[in-house]
Every structure is written in structure tokens, then in C-alpha cells.
């Protein structure tokens, strides 16, 4: 089918979303069923000890540690808010920041940068009025709470528009009330078909029945998302292996023998690997091995890789070139990997 699909359903017992371009498997979001802080959820932490030697500070959550990069002036006892930033890796603390923001799908409130802002995708200079005067409306002059009104908003009606604002601006204020002094959660990370509501595209069409999954050929796509192998088309293949320390991409011809085999590969390679990532739910270093190819072809080769990364939602630095040759990204962990989920279920 063309066009952008989502798919809302599950995957066994896992909530999961996925997307679809013009029939390719683009995203896909799986639910964590361990009880693990999931990102986004807003938890009151109790400082348990600064850290001076590192500059940051453990914290204590209803269950297990957390990790404050910035824990200046904290200490032990004292009650904050944070908010979860990742999914921590096996025996380590989970990353928080004392910087929670609410976000919806049409608006982020940031409390503590107050202000008015509308996001810098919406260049239609009379919508951007419009939108910052009905966030004026609803909003007033919130005390110390900031407003950005998202991409999503450009098109959505403006009633919608005002309760998303109203209703993300209640929950901000019940979470700024809080006088308690324990540990406990205070909003639950969304889960995948939240988030599917709140960050992705408007579809051109939405199927949210039950097994929808089987029946668009979804669950045969994640079965093959379990093989380290990945095909790309008439360029090659590449062989994407996950370990402890980092991401390893190997990157292959296949029986293309020509001059241009290495780069039409690794053009090709370049522009699959965003969705490759995300749909296996692979953050941290990425280390690629393109296919050899003239070293006058790596400037074309970034270009892609710019160009392909552009619009990917989770945050990557593109780090440049080894000295032996590979390219190195640096990915945030905000999913968890699909390998590590497929484990969990087996028996």
C-alpha cells in the first residue's frame, strides 16, 4: 500500500505500534513488560549521595537507582522531581534529569523556561500567530511553565489544539504541587501506542482492530528483524550485530562485481539504516564497515547519511570516519533493543 500506514496492536502480550512507507516497516515501537522505568516517566527520586569525584549523584527510586548527571549542590535525603531520559543498560543506574518536561502531541510544557514558542517547522507565518494566540488563551501567563506548540499543531483544529494545551498544562501543575517525601512514581512513561499518537505523522490511514498485525504481513516483518541480516534490494546486504560495547554494521556487495558496487551498496546502506535502527531499537556507538569503495566517495556518502538521519526522531551524532575506515555514530538509548525483547519472551 503507498502512503504512511500506522498499525496499532500487539505483539504477544506487548503493546506495539508499527509504521509503514508505502509498505516498507519505518518504525516500530514494542512495549517493556519488566517493570523497568520506561522514558518520559516522571518519578519523585530521593538524593541518595553525590557523586564529587564524577559531578552527578545517585538517587533512589521506588525500585533501583538512578543516575544525575548534574548533582551539584544536592543532599542525601533531598526530595526531586526527574524525569527518565533512557532505558538503562543490564547492572547500571537509570539516566534521569532533573529537567522533566510534558509533552502531547501538539504541545511540550517545560516547567522552570517559561516563554511562548512555536516549532521551527511551521513556517506559515499567520498559523504561528494563530497558534501562539490560542496557547495566550488558554494558558495566560502560567507562572514559571514555558509552551512550545509542536509541528503536529500546524493542521489540527484549534479546539484540539486547546485542550491538548489545557489538559498538559493541568497534569504540569499537579506534578509542580507535589509536597511528598518518598520515593514514587508520578506519571508512567507512555507506552507504544501513545506514543505512536503523540510523535508520529499524521497517517493516511490508521488500523487499530484487533490482529491487524497478522493481517498486513507486520508480524512476518518483525520475524525478520530477528535475523542480524538485512537486505538491500539490488545493492547488497548488510549484517547489523548488536554486542555489549557497540553496534557493528557490516556492509556488502552481494554479486554485484562492478566498479560501482562499494558505493551504490553503501549509498543504499546509508539510507535503510535509520529505520534498520530504529525498528530493531538500537542506540549507543555504531560503528559502520562500508563496503570498500574510493575514498573521493566518502563526501557523497555523508551526504546521505545527513541527508537520511535528517528526520529521524531519536537523537544521533554523526561522528565521522575512523582511521581504519569505518563510521562511527553515536545513537541515544531510547527504545529498547529488539533482540533483548525477543529474548525475554522465549521460554
Not at 526531586?80 to 502531547?104: C, D, N
Not at 560501482?260 to 553503501?266: E, F, M, R
Amino acid at each position: 500500500m503507498k502512503g504512511r500506514t500506522v498499525h496499532l496492536d500487539s505483539w504477544g502480550d506487548h503493546l506495539a505500534a508499527a509504521m509503514l512507507v508505502d509498505g516498507k516497516l519505518d518504525d516500530l515501537l514494542i512495549e517493556d513488560l519488566t517493570g523497568r522505568p520506561v522514558p518520559g516517566a516522571i518519578y519523585r527520586a530521593i538524593v541518595d549521595r553525590p557523586m564529587k569525584g564524577q559531578g552527578g549523584a545517585t538517587l533512589r527510586l521506588p525500585s533501583g537507582r538512578a543516575y544525575l548527571r548534574q548533582g551539584k549542590g544536592l543532599a542525601p535525603g533531598q526530595a526531586m522531581l526527574v524525569q527518565v531520559t533512557g532505558y538503562s543498560e543490564a547492572g547500571k543506574a537509570v539516566p534521569v534529569t532533573a529537567r522533566p518536561i510534558l509533552k502531547s502531541r501538539h504541545v511540550i510544557v517545560t516547567p522552570g523556561a517559561p516563554g511562548y514558542n512555536v516549532a521551527r517547522g511551521i513556517r506559515d507565518n499567520d498559523r504561528r500567530e494563530v497558534l501562539l494566540a490560542i496557547a495566550h488563551d488558554v494558558a495566560g501567563a502560567p507562572d514559571g511553565l514555558g509552551l512550545i506548540l509542536r509541528s503536529a499543531a500546524e493542521h489540527a483544529a484549534d479546539s484540539e489544539i486547546a485542550e491538548d494545551i489545557a489538559a498538559t498544562l493541568d497534569l504540569a501543575q499537579q506534578i509542580a504541587d507535589d509536597s511528598g517525601s518518598d520515593p514514587e512514581l508520578l506519571v508512567d512513561g507512555p507506552d507504544p501506542h501513545m506514543l505512536a499518537w503523540r510523535d508520529w505523522p499524521t497517517p493516511d490511514a490508521l488500523f487499530a482492530e484487533p490482529g491487524n498485525f497478522a493481517d498486513h504481513g507486520i508480524l512476518d516483518r518483525i520475524d525478520v528483524l530477528a535475523s542480524s541480516h538485512a537486505e538491500l534490494g539490488a545493492h547488497g546486504w548488510i549484517s547489523i550485530e548488536p554486542t555489549r560495547a557497540l553496534v557493528a554494521v557490516d556492509v556488502n556487495t552481494g554479486g554485484d562485481t562492478s566498479l560501482s558496487a562499494g558505493l551504490k551498496a553503501n549509498i543504499a546502506a546509508a539510507r535503510a539504516l535509520p529505520s534498520q535502527l530504529r525498528c530493531r531499537g538500537l542506540g549507543g556507538q555504531i560503528t559502520v564497515d562500508f563496503a570498500p569503495s574510493p575514498k573521493k566517495d566518502r563526501k557523497v556518502l555523508e551526504q546521505t547519511l545527513r541527508a537520511a538521519f535528517r528526520d529521524d526522531p531519536v537523537d544521533t551524532v554523526l561522528a565521522g570516519w575512523t582511521p581504519l575506515g569505518c563510521f562511527e555514530l553515536q545513537r541515544k538509548r531510547d527504545r529498547l533493543p529488539l533482540h533483548e525483547l525477543i529474548r525475554e519472551t522465549m521460554p
